[in-house]
């Protein structure tokens, strides 16, 4: 792998303290090209502009995709990123789904771990902070004619972060619009999935909730997912959550809790259709004891209001809760402050 290195590294200007999410880029940039059938050796150079023409294929065709994970500073001082694997093969199951080149995943981690290295000034150190890690591919090829690009671009940059969710989460069930459909796009991470997203999310902004909770493209009537965060239910003791399908993205923070609650047996877990239905009903009985997302950005969300047909159900949100407890057991394990029996941790050396 080539390494430029910068000469006038901006970490001076950098706000760590209190970084709006996404807004700030760390000091390097990894890149590649798919040229002729094949990935060029990828390059570390100064994070900067890179040029495009008009006729850039992504921009009309949406052949685009990203992924998102961070990496952190662990208690002992070493930096570590958040199972980089799982990423890996999500990026080359969503390159798959849109007809782009998988990514070589040894070069994906090399590449990750090289950058976070290189721009570990840029790791933000107070709690809930991390210093957050966004590879994407666009097709790059320059013509204006819809079939597949023939070039690709492979592309990582970095960007100090703070806590997500800034307060309370309030969704809204969304009727009317769908994010994705059976034989769609859905579990993927293509550029186009968020683009069809921020109206519907807009429209429920506009009525005072934070985000939507989709549901199914058909009848509208079981739970999916929410904005970029899968959802759990607490009903009666038990953590539900609907199952992945072709409609799902794969969470790798849904799995993490998953894997992790099972294992520790702090509630029962069922991966099942959830109906809006049963929620609501749970909710109006007062079985309905937590709600939560789950996803890189946030980590863990505590979701406080449920909007559904014009009618609110607000639900606890305790500080000593199972999702905070969940939030807490996966944190240990980030920071190192208990055993990674998973070998979740990737290591930066
Ligand atoms: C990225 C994303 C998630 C969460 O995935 P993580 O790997 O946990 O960050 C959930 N839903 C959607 C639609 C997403 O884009």
Not at 72 to 96: C, E, Q, T, V, W
Not at 202 to 229: C, F, P
Not at 331 to 348: C, F, H, L, T, V
Request: hydrophobic share 35%.
């Amino acid at each position: 792998m080539k390494i430029t290195r910068t000469t006038s590294s901006r970490i001076g200007e950098a706000n760590l303290k209190n970084p709006t999410f996404g807004t700030q880029f760390s000091d390097h940039m990894l890149i590649c090209k798919y040229r002729k059938g094949a990935w060029e050796q990828p390059e570390i150079k100064p994070f900067g502009p890179i040029s495009v023409t008009p006729a850039l294929h992504t921009l009309h065709y949406g052949q685009a995709l990203f992924e998102g994970q961070k990496a952190y500073y662990m208690k002992d001082g070493r930096i570590g990123i958040f199972r980089p694997d799982m990423n890996a093969k999500r990026l080359n199951h969503s390159a798959r789904r849109m007809f782009m080149p998988e990514f070589p995943e040894e070069w994906f981690l090399e590449g990750l771990k090289e950058l976070v290295n290189l721009d570990r000034q840029w790791i933000p150190q107070n709690e809930g902070h991390a210093l957050y890690l966004r590879p994407f591919m666009f097709g790059s090829s320059e013509f204006v004619a819809a079939r597949p690009s023939e070039e690709y671009t492979m592309c990582i940059i970095t960007s100090p972060v703070g806590p997500y969710y800034a307060g309370e989460v309030k969704v809204k069930v969304e009727e009317t619009y769908t994010r994705s459909a059976a034989g769609g796009v859905g579990s993927t991470k293509c550029a186009g999935n968020y683009g069809g997203a921020f109206f519907a999310t807009d429209q429920a902004r506009k009525e005072g909730y934070t985000q939507v909770i989709w549901t199914d493209h058909k009848n509208h009537e079981l739970v999916e997912e929410s904005g970029t965060m899968n959802v759990a239910f607490v009903i009666d003791d038990t953590l539900i959550t609907p199952p992945l399908s072709d409609r799902i993205l794969a969470g790798i923070t849904r799995d993490s809790i998953l894997t992790l609650v099972r294992d520790t047996g702090i509630l029962k877990v069922e991966e099942r259709p959830i109906k809006v239905q049963e929620v609501v009903e749970a909710a109006r009985e007062g079985r309905l004891q937590e709600t939560f997302g789950m996803g890189t950005a946030a980590v863990v969300s505590q979701i406080c209001t449920i909007g559904f047909r014009g009618e609110d159900f607000e639900i606890p949100v305790p500080s000593d809760g199972y999702a905070m407890k969940i939030k807490q057991e996966l944190g240990a394990i980030r920071s190192g402050i208990k055993e990674d029996p998973y070998n979740w941790m990737a290591i930066i050396d």
